[in-house]
């Protein structure tokens, strides 16, 4: 069971140094001393407001998850079109691809690492991708798609081949194709 949310500089600080690390080099090479000593946080301290490293891990793509929840709700409250809100989203991926220090999708390098469908860690994940996806089935269902679950289904595996081939292989490509198939799914309809 999670330690309640106590919002402090601190857990901040921890936040932020755990997100810099796990995403640079990977969740199970970086250990919670270390997240510590760069946060400069004591023991005690990190232990009143995380269980262990799997909460601190759980605490960091729920984060992660809320910041990707904020971009999207802004750009929906900015686009009414779903075509234009469905390739906006597609461009902001392309451009996060294309970004200096991209290691990948946050979540699937989890996934990756906590294999475990019972894991917090694992369920995070899992609790983020069924977001993403009614966003979008919510967006092919207003732009009239035959089937919208289908389109989001397609337009999640887009994704997730740009994060992986951008990470990969050439960045550019890879944010070019996503925005390429998401029209092709945007006009096939």
């Known amino acids: ?69 904020d971009r999207v709700a802004a750009a929906a409250r900015e686009i009414t079109s779903p075509t234009d809100l469905l390739v906006a989203v597609a461009s902001g991926i392309g451009a996060e691809v294309c970004g200096p220090g991209f290691r990948g999708c946050p979540f699937i390098n989890a996934a990756a690492e ?33 089937d919208p679950g289908q389109s989001a289904d397609a337009m999640v595996a887009l994704r997730d081949g740009a994060m992986v081939a951008g990470y990969l292989g050439d960045a550019r490509t890879a944010g070019a194709v996503l925005l390429h198939g998401v029209t092709v799914l945007v006009t096939a309809r």
């Open 114 to 146: 906590y294999p475990d469908s019972a894991s917090a860690v694992h369920r995070a994940v899992l609790e983020h991708r069924a977001w993403f996806r009614e966003v979008l089935r919510d967006a092919f269902q207003r732009l009239g798609a035959a």
């Open 1 to 69: 069971m999670s330690v309640p949310i106590r919002p402090s500089p601190a857990r901040e600080r921890l936040l932020r140094t755990a997100s810099r690390l796990f995403y640079g080099e990977g969740i199970r090479g970086v250990g919670v001393d270390r997240v510590m000593a760069e946060a400069d946080v004591a023991r005690g301290t990190f232990y009143r407001h995380f269980d262990g490293k799997d909460d601190l891990v759980r605490a960091y793509l729920e984060a992660t998850d809320q910041q990707i929840r």
